[in-house]
């Protein structure tokens, strides 16, 4: 290692605050990309290993396109010569006593082990074949049997009566679940010859199809798998988003701490210059501190962003539980690759950000690098280059957008050009603000306020890449702010309009409302009762959702949004066998009302004319919905997945119908909702699928607030010269201390300033762009001013908090400086 290199690394352990500092910046920034990135992969890695555990060594499963078939199929699949194994499948849910939902299979205990042999591992308290002769008895998965402290032999109670724990057995998906023997599970849900599914072992996949494609769905498990993996497509495709987004305010910052690390070196440059040392050398030093620095933060960072994403994968879990199917995602191991992806991109983004200065350093003349200061004219010149190649940036980006296109990742690839024009503009919109600035801070702090607006002026290369980073995480948030509240708002509006049954029964998932206690309701003079079923289809190979609703109900009662205008006449042709899409349904399979759509179902393929296209926001899959004749006539499936009930507001008996009605539900254990508690439910859903969402600006933020505590400790070092002249010019320790506070002050302005238009603009594209073409649902932009307040107190108390390292530099330091002629 050379003399120069090691003079330069001794630096790194005198001043010990700053190399800290710039560790920690670095470290940020990796965690917050690796953060985001090892909580998806986990989430999608135990996706994957939850549907290869359930399917086991099976192929291909059979089953109807809508509701339980006759267990009399078991018998023609018995003779069928393509059949080399099968096992039939009762697939539920079951509510525990504290509330929450398990997973509960029905099995054959003989049959399903050519299937999923790995339950034969399943260890029993006592003897195996109460597995069997025991009607109440069922295996737990090993960690939900940790979670509730119930060892082999113990009891849970569940929403179908007590249950007896006789062994667990392991789940390498982690999710909740119970098994029972098929033929006690048949009664605990009241289906007596009836089964959900079979998983079959196939010999010839084509030949068996022949025979059973009428009637029955038939589906490998690849499709499945691929079925499953579109469910989640739109959810995957933002969460990498997000974690690019993270990425990219984390290279701002890592920049920002790489420039940190050559520009307070400066002055050592010069020296080590001046003694003879050679360009090549001083950056060679400068990179070795910069790998160094970079290797050690990437590695910090890749632990944090473990941890992190340990925090993250619970918020990911309970968001896919709640939109699409439950899952309990398992933290990734730590492995020697995560630490390695660290140091990759501490070392990369380091490097790229520290290219410019170093650049600039190899430029300056030894002298002029012995002032510590660099040559501030450079920078404006610097700043309308940048402005220009962001203004081109920024219209390639915007033309990307308007070209008519379903692509997500053009989207998403305009929207980071978007961002990171805006960033190269800042640099140019502070100096057009600068007067604006100075004016402002004078009026604030006198003679130190206006000091402070010109050293933020004359210093852009060290205060226009902070602020835009602050810049751009503050747009993030705001961005996402207005997104989620214009979405919030266009649910509720919805809401309304759909949703205006007097009480709701059994929108759990484990119960079936009883198709005797839906005509028993009927019979209720002054009450009309909607029965909802909601089934998942295919559709071009494609999943998507079929509900069956009663037509005439809904027509005097509710109120939908039409795409196209229109109103209850609709319903008309819904009674007649007609039947109307969701706008995700039409915009994902390019249908629109008058089209004609052909739907397998249990009598064949069946051809329906589309009469109308509604708004709605309960699956990006798409919705077909039918009346229940329509459905009936169409799948056979009498099942009932929930009822509501509607009143007429004038009944003078309305309370005690209320309460007849809540009786008997209660009398069949289902759980009875208001229309206000149905609607609390939806929106609990609603902000749970936000959470990672509010995490990641959260992780913006302080991102951002490292780059400003590293632009002003910058600042401070290359100003030590100019705090001697303030001195001797008669400046006390406070007007000092408050210049470098209006210094953070104005530089957390700007950036809240510059998001509010930015911002504004990120809602927009996130909102008629983003998850028009994710979603294909069309969100309604609702404004709100909380939104900007919140950020405007983000900018101010971040900006206070960067300058208080800063500021205790000064209090240190700031009597003993002096005039040094350097």
């Given at each position: 290692?050379?003399?120069?290199?090691?003079?330069?690394?001794?630096y790194?352990?005198?001043r010990r605050?700053?190399?800290?500092?710039?560790l920690m910046?670095?470290?940020?920034?990796?965690?917050?990309?690796?953060?985001?990135?090892?909580?998806?992969?986990?989430?999608?890695?135990?996706?994957?290993?939850?549907?290869?555990?359930l399917?086991?060594?099976?192929?291909?499963?059979?089953?109807?396109d809508?509701?339980?078939?006759?267990?009399a199929?078991?018998?023609?699949?018995?003779?069928?010569?393509?059949?080399?194994?099968?096992?039939?499948?009762?697939?539920?849910?079951?509510?525990?006593?504290?509330?929450?939902?398990?997973?509960?299979?029905?099995?054959?205990?003989?049959?399903?082990?050519?299937?999923?042999?790995e339950?034969?591992?399943?260890?029993?308290?006592?003897?195996?074949?109460?597995?069997?002769?025991?009607?109440?008895?069922?295996?737990?998965?090993?960690?939900?049997?940790?979670?509730?402290?119930?060892?082999?032999?113990?009891?849970?109670?569940?929403?179908?009566?007590?249950?007896?724990?006789?062994?667990?057995?392991?789940?390498?998906?982690?999710?909740?679940?119970?098994?029972?023997?098929?033929?006690?599970?048949q009664?605990?849900?009241?289906?007596?010859?009836?089964?959900?599914?079979v998983?079959?072992?196939?010999?010839?996949?084509?030949?068996?199809?022949?025979?059973?494609?009428?009637?029955?769905?038939?589906?490998?498990?690849?499709?499945?798998?691929?079925?499953?993996?579109?469910?989640?497509?739109?959810?995957?495709?933002?969460?990498?988003?997000?974690?690019?987004?993270?990425?990219?305010?984390?290279?701002?910052l890592?920049?920002?701490?790489?420039?940190?690390?050559?520009?307070?070196?400066?002055?050592?440059?010069?020296?080590?210059?001046?003694?003879?040392?050679?360009?090549?050398?001083?950056?060679?030093?400068?990179?070795?501190?910069?790998?160094?620095?970079?290797?050690i933060?990437g590695?910090?960072?890749?632990?944090?962003?473990?941890?992190?994403?340990?925090?993250?994968?619970?918020?990911?879990?309970?968001?896919?539980?709640?939109?699409?199917?439950?899952?309990?995602?398992?933290?990734?191991?730590?492995?020697f690759?995560?630490?390695?992806?660290?140091?990759?991109?501490g070392?990369?983004?380091?490097?790229?950000?520290?290219?410019?200065?170093?650049?600039?350093?190899?430029?300056?003349d030894?002298v002029?690098?012995?002032?510590?200061?660099?040559?501030?004219?450079?920078?404006?010149r610097?700043?309308?280059?940048?402005?220009?190649?962001g203004?081109?940036?920024?219209?390639?980006?915007?033309?990307?957008?308007?070209?008519?296109?379903?692509?997500?990742?053009?989207?998403?690839?305009?929207?980071?050009?978007?961002?990171?024009?805006?960033?190269?503009?800042?640099?140019?919109a502070v100096?057009?603000?600068?007067?604006?600035?100075?004016?402002?801070?004078?009026?604030?702090?006198?003679?130190?306020?206006?000091?402070?607006?010109?050293?933020?002026?004359?210093?852009?290369?060290?205060t226009?890449?902070?602020?835009?980073?602050?810049?751009v995480?503050?747009?993030m948030?705001?961005?996402?702010s207005?997104?989620?509240g214009?979405?919030?708002?266009?649910?509720?509006?919805?809401?309304?309009?759909?949703?205006r049954?007097?009480?709701?029964?059994?929108?759990?998932?484990?119960?079936?409302?009883?198709?005797g206690?839906?005509?028993?309701?009927k019979?209720?003079?002054?009450?009309?009762?909607?029965?909802?079923?909601?089934?998942q289809?295919s559709?071009?190979?494609?999943?998507?959702?079929?509900?069956?609703?009663?037509?005439?109900?809904l027509?005097?009662?509710?109120?939908?949004?039409?795409?196209g205008?229109?109103?209850?006449?609709?319903?008309?042709?819904?009674?007649?066998?007609d039947?109307?899409?969701?706008?995700?349904?039409?915009?994902?399979?390019?249908?629109k009302?008058?089209?004609?759509?052909?739907?397998?179902?249990?009598?064949?393929?069946?051809?329906?004319?589309?009469?109308?296209?509604?708004?709605?926001?309960?699956?990006?899959?798409?919705?077909?919905?039918?009346?229940?004749?329509?459905?009936?006539?169409?799948?056979?499936?009498?099942t009932?997945?929930?009822?509501?009930?509607?009143?007429?507001?004038?009944?003078?008996?309305?309370?005690?119908?209320?309460?007849?009605i809540?009786?008997?539900?209660?009398?069949?254990?289902?759980?009875?909702?208001?229309r206000?508690?149905?609607?609390?439910?939806?929106?609990?859903?609603?902000?749970?699928?936000?959470?990672?969402?509010?995490?990641?600006?959260?992780?913006?933020i302080?991102?951002?607030?490292?780059?400003?505590?590293?632009?002003?400790?910058?600042?401070?070092?290359?100003?030590?010269?100019?705090f001697?002249?303030l001195?001797?010019?008669?400046?006390?320790?406070?007007?000092?201390?408050l210049?470098t506070l209006?210094?953070?002050?104005?530089?957390?302005?700007?950036?809240?300033?510059?998001?509010?238009?930015?911002?504004?603009?990120?809602?927009?594209?996130?909102?008629?762009?983003?998850?028009?073409?994710?979603?294909?649902?069309?969100?309604?932009?609702?404004?709100?001013?909380?939104?900007?307040?919140?950020v405007?107190?983000?900018?101010f108390?971040?900006?206070?908090?960067?300058?208080?390292y800063?500021?205790?530099?000064?209090?240190?330091?700031?009597?003993?400086?002096?005039?040094?002629?350097?």
């Open positions: 290692m050379g003399t120069v290199t090691k003079a330069f690394l001794r790194l352990l005198r605050s700053l190399t800290l500092l710039q910046g670095i470290a940020f920034g990796v965690a917050a990309c690796l953060g985001m990135g090892l909580s998806a992969m986990s989430a999608l890695a135990s996706f994957t290993g939850a549907i290869e555990f399917q086991g060594k099976s192929t291909h499963r059979i089953e109807r809508a509701g339980p078939m006759d267990e199929i078991l018998r023609d699949l018995m003779r069928d010569p393509s059949v080399q194994s099968f096992s039939p499948v009762i697939d539920r849910r079951l509510r525990l006593e504290k509330g929450s939902q398990i997973r509960i299979l029905g099995v054959d205990p003989f049959l399903d082990l050519a299937i999923r042999p339950l034969a591992r399943a260890s029993f308290a006592g003897d195996r074949l109460a597995f069997i002769l025991d009607e109440k008895a069922v295996l737990m998965e090993a960690g939900l049997a940790r979670e509730l402290n119930l060892a082999a032999g113990g009891r849970i109670k569940t929403s179908r009566g007590e249950l007896t724990v006789l062994g667990t057995f392991p789940n390498p998906s982690g999710e909740p679940l119970l098994l029972m023997d098929i033929a006690h599970a009664e605990l849900f009241k289906m007596p010859g009836l089964i959900d599914s998983d079959l072992v196939l010999a010839e996949e084509q030949v068996f199809i022949s025979r059973w494609d009428e009637g029955f769905r038939i589906r490998s498990n690849r499709q499945s798998r691929e079925t499953f993996g579109a469910m989640l497509g739109a959810f995957r495709l933002n969460l990498e988003a997000l974690s690019l987004m993270a990425l990219f305010v984390a290279v701002f890592i920049y920002n701490t790489a420039m940190f690390a050559v520009v307070s070196r400066r002055r050592d440059a010069g020296v080590l210059r001046s003694l003879g040392a050679s360009r090549k050398e001083v950056v060679a030093a400068f990179l070795a501190e910069i790998l160094i620095l970079g290797g933060g590695a910090l960072g890749s632990l944090l962003g473990y941890l992190l994403s340990r925090f993250l994968i619970e918020i990911l879990g309970g968001t896919i539980t709640n939109l699409y199917f439950f899952l309990r995602p398992v933290p990734m191991a730590w492995s690759w995560m630490p390695a992806a660290g140091v990759i991109v070392i990369g983004a380091s490097l790229l950000g520290s290219l410019f200065p170093l650049i600039e350093l190899s430029r300056t030894p002029k690098a012995l002032s510590g200061r660099s040559v501030s004219h450079q920078w404006g610097m700043s309308k280059r940048a402005a220009a190649a203004l081109l940036i920024l219209l390639i980006s915007a033309a990307v957008l308007l070209v008519p296109s379903r692509s997500i990742y053009a989207a998403f690839g305009a929207v980071f050009g978007i961002l990171f024009a805006l960033s190269l503009l800042s640099g140019f100096m057009l603000f600068s007067p604006l600035m100075a004016g402002f801070l004078k009026f604030l702090g006198g003679l130190p306020g206006k000091i402070a607006a010109g050293n933020i002026r004359r210093n852009l290369g060290r226009a890449v902070a602020i835009a980073a602050f810049m995480a503050l747009s948030s705001l961005g996402l207005l997104m989620i214009s979405f919030r708002e266009s649910l509720l509006w919805w809401m309304d309009r759909q949703f049954g007097d009480l709701y029964i059994s929108t759990a998932s484990e119960r079936e409302v009883p198709e206690l839906y005509h028993e309701l019979t209720i003079p002054g009450v009309d009762v909607d029965a909802y079923r909601k089934v289809l559709y071009r190979n494609r999943p998507m959702f079929a509900a069956s609703v009663s037509a005439p109900v027509q005097r009662h509710a109120r939908f949004a039409w795409l205008g229109g109103g209850d006449e609709h319903w008309e042709a819904v009674k007649r066998g039947v109307i899409i969701s706008e995700s349904f039409a915009r994902n399979f390019s249908v009302a008058g089209d004609t759509i052909l739907l397998d179902t249990r009598q064949g393929p069946a051809r329906l004319r589309v009469e109308a296209v509604f708004y709605d926001y309960s699956t990006e899959h798409g919705l077909v919905m039918m009346d229940r004749n329509t459905y009936l006539r169409l799948f056979d499936d009498r009932i997945n929930s009822v509501a009930v509607f009143l007429d507001p004038g009944d003078p008996k309305r309370t005690e119908t209320l309460d007849l809540r009786h008997k539900a209660l009398r069949h254990d289902l759980p009875v909702y208001t206000e508690q149905f609607f609390g439910n939806i929106l609990a859903i609603f902000d749970s699928t936000f959470a990672i969402t509010r995490s990641m600006r959260v992780m913006a302080i991102i951002a607030f490292f780059g400003i505590a590293g632009a002003l400790t910058t600042l401070f070092l290359e100003r030590r010269s100019e001697g002249i001195r001797a010019l008669g400046f006390s320790t406070g007007q000092v201390s210049l209006l210094e953070a002050f104005g530089m957390g302005l700007l950036s809240f300033l510059f998001s509010i238009g930015c911002g504004t603009l990120f809602a927009v594209i996130l909102i008629r762009v983003i998850n028009l073409r994710s979603f294909n649902w069309t969100i309604f932009f609702h404004p709100h001013l909380s939104p900007y307040l919140i405007a107190l983000t900018a108390l971040a900006s206070l908090g960067a300058a208080l800063p500021i205790w530099m000064v209090l240190r330091t700031y009597p003993q400086m002096q005039i040094r002629d350097d």
